[in-house]
Structure formats: C-alpha cells, structure tokens
C-alpha cells in the first residue's frame, strides 16, 4: 500500500492555458473522487469514479473541466481555457468497495495557481 | 442535502491542555460522519470514522469524538494536546440520499487547532 498519489504537487500556468493533473490510486482501489480546496474553505466534491464509470459529477465541474479513468486505474483531470478562479488545492481521493461505507484515502494534492 | 457546520474556525490552546472542536450536522437521512486532519500542504488523513453501533468513536493519536443524533452534533475531543496536533480539522458527512455507491464526503470549513508551548 504506496498510498494515492498525485503529480504534479504544484502548477502555475497563465490565464488560458490548459492543465491536467493525474491521480494514481491506491491499487484495487475501485472508486476514486476529485475534490476541490479553495483558501479557508472544506474540499468540495467534483466527480466520482467507479472502476472506468464517471458516474457522477458536480455542478462546480463547468464544461472547462474534464476527467477520465481509463481502464479503471489512474485517472485524469484537464482544466482547458483555466481562469484565476480556477486557483485551488485539487485533491483525489481513493476508496475499495466493500459493501458499504468505506474510508476515503487522500492525496497530497495538486496545488493550482492561475496568474 | 446534508451540509456540516464547524463552529470554530480557530481553536489556539496550550501544550497538555484538553480541547473540543464542534461540529453539527443537518441531513434528512442517515449519516456517517468523519474527521479529517491535514497538516499544511498535505491531504488528508483520516482520524476516526462513525459508521454505526457505539457514539464513542476513538481515532489515531489519542483522539475521539461523540456522535449525538438529537443534538446532531459529532464534537472531537483531546485530553492532553501536543505541539504536533498544530494543524486544520475538518469534519466531514458522508450518506447516500443520492441513491447508488457514491459516498462522497461534504465537509465543513474546518477549524484550525494551534497548540502553544
């Protein structure tokens, strides 16, 4: 168990341009979350992944924002057009099935700043 | 829609000094309720979790915390704090109103806990 990882730990890119971020879960680890981190506030929820299945996504995910979990493990968050108030802690989150409630384990994160 | 109040978003203590950090809850259904610790530019790492059965949930590093249905509260306590316990606290609620298998977490804002020598 290496934990979820996230790549890059930082970005700054400029207005406009398009990012992406990666995310590797925990192996075997079937769903996996994005979540967003804005200064002073909670993680709120993006999208939701079981295995490759996007099954769901949040109003704060405008049609800038993409992801994808091809072949179910890693998985991919593009930001195209990024604006400054695309400037957060993006973080992924990873979890096994188990029939119930299970514990979300966190990456370190992807810290974005749009100038 | 559930959502979580965190109280106090600044809780400054002493070393050894016992601290609560309040959290309520509101959801029309069935809950599970967490608390997430995150030092400064990490993620988050699970403290403890309440799914069901006992209210007195106990966590990682001497923390724990009493989940209250009519209070619809879930408060982390600490007897004896160390420096180390310097970080931002978020606690957060999990259920499935939204039917299927996605038990996405809503959190609070979080409360930062400064432990002074």
């Known amino acids: 168990d290496t934990g979820v990882s996230q790549d890059p730990r930082h970005k700054i890119t400029k207005r406009g341009q398009n990012v992406t971020f990666r995310c590797d879960p925990i192996s075997e680890h079937n769903r996996l979350y994005w979540y967003r981190q804005t200064l002073g506030q909670g993680p709120e929820f993006l999208t939701y992944?079981?295995?490759?299945?996007?099954?769901?996504k949040s109003r704060l995910l405008s049609d800038r924002f993409s992801a994808e979990r091809p072949k179910g493990s890693f998985s991919t968050l593009e930001i195209q057009r990024t604006e400054q108030g695309d400037s957060a802690m993006y973080l992924c989150a990873s979890s096994r099935r188990g029939g119930g409630v299970e514990t979300q384990y966190f990456g370190p994160g992807t810290r974005l700043l749009v100038l | 829609a559930q959502s979580v109040t965190q109280l106090d978003s600044q809780v400054p203590v002493f070393e050894e000094a016992p601290v609560e950090l309040r959290c309520n809850y509101s959801?029309?259904?069935?809950?599970?309720l967490f608390w997430y610790v995150q030092y400064p530019n990490q993620g988050l790492q699970l403290l403890l979790k309440?799914?069901?059965?006992?209210?007195l949930v106990k966590g990682i590093n001497g923390f724990e915390a009493e989940f209250n249905k009519s209070q619809t509260s879930f408060h982390l306590r600490k007897p004896s704090v160390h420096i180390s316990d310097t970080a931002e606290y978020f606690c957060a609620v999990s259920d499935l109103a939204s039917g299927g298998s996605n038990y996405k977490l809503t959190f609070g804002k979080g409360t930062l806990l400064t432990v002074n020598p």
């Open positions: 959801s029309s259904v069935s809950v599970y």
């Open positions: 309440y799914l069901s059965g006992s209210t």
């Open positions: 992944f079981q295995n490759e299945a996007q099954l769901e």
